[in-house]
């Protein structure tokens, strides 16, 4: 049976967002703050904190959704859905509804969730994509009977949060897999491939000991800024993550709209070391095997003529856990979230210079010992992606009438 479609408007109050005054003493209270990020993953599900909080007196500055309306982001990221356990303030990033009775709004949150990229196709934006006021309002939702709307949140409480579950596991296993894969890049990063009878410590606390017979010298010695711009900023647009280093953006799912023109971006060159200034702390960096342009807020250098240099070993050292380590303790600024390492710092930092064979050597090593693990976190990475889908698919089916939530519900039982 399918369920009569009712504009969003006609389901209860909608709460526009805005931020309060930043004066101190407006935040770190007992009152949410909700913003688009606070939402992620939840689909649908309850939020009952959020990554910052504001005063009573804060919040009067802002808005004010009761407990148990739904939130939804409707600035990029446009789509994630939760509902409030707590009266929460939110952000110019979100939206509420204040639906009539808490069985409608468990209801929605899930109705929300089945028309997320109907939502996304609306935003508009040359900056960052947003949904307006008036779109938000007009979005049509599948309105069943309460007593309808009551069994099916039910239903997809309890088979959500079973997938949910399975999916929370698939990504503990990532995590520990990542884990071990670090370890072995750390440890052949710093210690090589083979063993050897002396070590020796490094020029600065932090720094693993090496082979006594690599050498030390600083970045200086070993790369130079380029120096080289983008004139017509036609080259292949690069972005620079944390998790898998420098990539072409057109393979990236990117939410923010890129900029109108990349004239005088900074080009790279395969085998240039690439470091997002502002994310150094965070990992995000690596040599790229990729020509193009990034940002001219990165920084981009190039090896030395003549210098011992493989690019995948050094790929492999510069993203090490204590290499970037040592960049997070040289870098400036004033919240940790904010730190950035700087050319003139990068570049007087020491950097460990194995043989160039050995270079090689451990870059073969390292495809080899990586490679099992990559193709298990590439499968778990699918079964996970799978059961998203899986849950998407039965959140939709449920909320439109394409199954009787009644008998699916026995079948489990």
Known sequence: ???????????????????????????????????????RGLDGKEIAAAARTLTEAGAMGSTVAPAGSVMVSTRAPIGYVARLVHPSAFNQGCRAITARSIDQGRFLAYALV????????????????????????????PQPPLDEQRVIAEYLDDATTRIGNLI??????????????????????????????????????????VPSHWEWTRNKNLLTERPDLSRAGEEE?????????ITPRSEKNVTMIAAESHEGYRLVESGDLVINTMWAW??????????????????????RV?????????????????????MTRHSRGVWSSRLRIYPEVFLSLPVVVPPL?????????????TSKIDA???????????????????????VTGQFDVRTAARKVA
């Open 114 to 141: 089945s028309v997320r990229e109907e939502l996304e196709v609306l935003g508009q934006g040359t900056t960052f994509k947003e949904l307006s006021g008036a779109q938000f309002a007009g979005i049509s939702i």
């Open 168 to 209: 929370a596991k698939q990504h503990e296993m990532v995590s520990l897999l990542e884990e071990r894969k670090s370890a072995a890049s750390t440890q052949l990063a710093w210690r090589g491939v083979l063993p050897f009878d002396e070590y020796t410590a490094g020029p600065t606390d932090g720094v693993p000991e």
């Open 306 to 326: 003549g210098a011992r240099y493989e690019p995948r070993y050094f790929n492999l050292l510069y993203r090490s856990v204590p290499y970037v380590s040592l």
């Open 282 to 303: 965070m990992g995000a960096l690596g040599v790229s095997h990729h020509d193009g342009m990034v940002s001219p807020a990165y920084g981009v250098y190039m090896p």
């Open 237 to 245: 647009l690069l972005t620079v993550s944390h998790i898998t280093g």
């Open 1 to 39: 049976m399918r369920f009569p479609q009712v504009p969003l408007r006609r389901w209860g109050q909608i709460h526009g967002g805005g931020t309060p005054t930043s004066a101190l003493e407006n935040w770190d209270g007992s009152v949410p703050f909700v913003t688009p990020p606070d939402l």
């Open 357 to 369: 064979d050995e270079q090689r050597a451990i870059a073969a090593r390292l495809d080899t010992e």
């Open 376 to 398: 298990l976190i590439a499968k778990t990475q699918e079964h996970i992606a799978l059961a998203k889908e899986r849950r998407s698919a039965l959140i939709t089916a449920a």
